[in-house]
């Protein structure tokens, strides 16, 4: 393969990742905005704390996708 067409081609993969990461980051913002973490809960308190959980879940799929090959 001559060196235009590996340069293609990895272009190409770059942007597929590009745009799954893109994906990924808009569905990560949908689900921070959405209602476990807005408005007030039943008892009062503020619903807008982020679990740990969900960002490491968000941040290990966003990593796992910059790492395939």
């Known amino acids: 393969m001559n060196y235009i067409k590996r340069l293609e081609a ?3 993969r770059a942007k597929e990742v590009n745009a799954s990461v893109q994906e990924r980051i808009h569905l990560a913002m949908e689900h ?17 704390w982020i679990a740990t959980s969900d960002v490491q879940m968000m941040l290990t ?3 796992s996708t910059l790492m395939e090959d």
């Open 32 to 48: 921070i905005a959405g209602p476990k973490f807005t408005g007030i809960d039943l008892d009062g308190s503020r619903k807008d």
């Open 61 to 63: 799929d966003f990593k």
């Open 10 to 12: 990895e272009l190409a």
